[in-house]
């Protein structure tokens, strides 16, 4: 570890007065200018900054000696680099709860959450180009083309700083390899896998609430009130025979997937509840951090 040690001190033979505070008596004196001196030691390591500051003041007034000071002060401050942001990838069939961990594990974790299927329906409610295009592959449940993809979200700086969670992408190897490419593979690949018979029935029942967002399903999560249930819609392609031509789709194209990601895959059984699942994914991605964390080394310690 490479170190560099630096220290300065300094003498200011005319400062600012700074005798507001003496008593009456001292006043004859003020032309008289006492001398500063302060010292400034630091020490530098490539991993971290570690720097030790001691400052104490003097002033001399003659006839007599008045001795302004503070009590040395020592301040250690270290800052190690910060560990890389952990970046996650969730996989899973359609209704296969990925949208509920992943509001979970961005709660506790600060991640950026990046929904591919969210961002292409944003397209086709604005109607854009990129939107028209996507909704014709949805509606026949098929993928939607590499070119619409998220790429250009995982480049924000937040999505860099913090590190970020891919819902729902890549789903095919075409788009891994893409993502591979650009630079984006991530630390650690969650597969939700959940019965076909569930994912139908989760599917099927799910509703969406238009003015809050809030997603409900008619059985397991039934809206609060008549009024909420009144105005709930259905997604166009929330219905059985699209779903199960998505999850036919699906499961062609997750084995390609999961053979380049092979190494860091975790799968989860998503049959069970959300606080179970969440319990399992947290365990593995706290261990993760840990483990960053004790890579990278820390040090820090304060006196004032």
Not at 112 to 122: P, S
Request: glycine letters at 6%; one cysteine or more; aromatic letters at 6%.
């Amino acid at each position: 570890m490479a170190c560099i040690v630096n220290f300065s001190a300094t003498t200011q033979p005319n400062p600012q007065p700074c005798f507001a505070s003496l008593p009456a008596s001292t006043s004859s004196h003020r032309s008289k200018s006492p001398k500063l001196q302060s010292s400034h030691l630091s020490f530098a390591s490539n991993n971290s900054r570690l720097s030790l500051r001691y400052d104490r003041t003097l002033a001399v007034s003659p006839p007599r000696e008045t001795l302004l000071s503070k009590a040395p002060n020592f301040m250690i401050v270290a800052a190690a680099n910060k560990p890389e942001p952990l970046k996650i990838m969730i996989s899973g069939a359609p209704a296969s709860g990925k949208g509920t961990q992943c509001e979970l594990i961005t709660q506790k974790y600060g991640l950026v959450h990046v929904a591919a299927g969210d961002l292409l329906r944003a397209e086709v409610a604005a109607g854009s180009e990129n939107g028209r295009r996507a909704k014709q592959f949805m509606e026949k449940g098929q993928l939607v083309p590499d070119e619409i993809v998220v790429m250009e979200r995982l480049l924000q700086p937040d999505a860099h700083e913090n590190g970020w969670l891919l819902d729902g992408y890549p789903r095919s190897l075409s788009q891994a390899t893409a993502l591979k490419e650009f630079g984006f593979e991530p630390d650690l690949f969650i597969l939700l896998d959940v019965a076909e018979d569930t994912l139908v029935e989760r599917v099927v029942g799910r509703r969406l609430d238009p003015v809050t967002g809030k997603i409900y399903h008619l059985k397991y999560s039934p809206p609060e009130t008549e009024e909420i249930a009144a105005r709930l819609t259905q997604r166009f392609d929330d219905t059985e025979e699209k779903v199960k031509l998505r999850l036919r789709t699906h499961h062609q194209n997750v084995e390609a997937v999961l053979s380049m990601y092979k190494d860091i895959t975790v799968k989860v059984n998503g049959n069970l509840s959300k606080n179970d699942v969440f319990a399992k994914i947290d365990s593995v991605l706290d261990e993760l951090l840990e483990q960053r964390k004790a890579g990278s080394g820390s040090l820090a310690a304060n006196k004032a």
